[in-house]
């Protein structure tokens, strides 16, 4: 799966969690989403897309929620 549709991926969950004020709770449900949901290797892989990438399209909960995920793996 490439980087770009990785990224739309998460951006789609980061809506669904958006409704949650408090935007650490918000990324901690992304990122508990993408860690049950999510094979290793894609999550390996959307750090590292956005890592070597940047953000770009990442909305501002998504970047939260990467970050975070990428301090997990």
């Known amino acids: 799966m490439d980087g770009a549709q990785l990224v739309r991926m998460i951006n789609d969950i980061s809506n669904f969690f958006n409704s949650e004020k408090d935007q650490e709770i918000a990324a901690a449900?992304?990122?508990?989403?993408?860690?049950?949901?999510?094979?290793?290797r894609m999550r390996k892989q959307l750090v590292e897309h956005v890592e070597k990438s940047g953000a770009g399209?990442?909305?501002?909960?998504?970047?939260?929620?990467?970050?975070?995920?990428?301090?997990?793996?």
Not at 29 to 40: D, M, R, S
Not at 58 to 67: C, E
Request: overall charge neutral; cysteine-free; charged content about 15%.
């Open 29 to 40: 449900g992304v990122v508990g989403h993408i860690t049950k949901f999510w094979n290793p």
């Open 57 to 73: 399209d990442l909305s501002d909960l998504g970047q939260l929620a990467v970050h975070k995920l990428g301090q997990t793996n």
